[in-house]
């Protein structure tokens, strides 16, 4: 009768729910999400921000001077 009690117990400690790797998996996510915004914001404001940009390069070109 001990063994099925001592197989029960193994078998529930390696086959049971384990939650550990949740984290990562949400870490993932959110990180992937993240990067899902950032590339959908630069292809969407893309064209409208490289001016300002070039403006500001410009500026600092100039500024520094040689």
């Known amino acids: ?10 078998l529930r400690s390696r086959l049971g729910r384990d939650e550990r790797g949740a984290t990562l998996v949400e870490y ?7 990067a899902i915004a950032v590339i959908g914001a630069v292809v969407f404001l893309g064209s409208q921000i490289s001016p300002k940009f070039n403006q500001a390069g410009s ?3 100039t500024a520094s001077g040689p």
């Open 28 to 34: 993932v996510l959110l990180v992937s999400m993240i």
């Open 1 to 10: 009768m001990d063994y099925f009690y001592l197989l029960h117990g193994w």
């Open 59 to 61: 500026a600092i070109s």
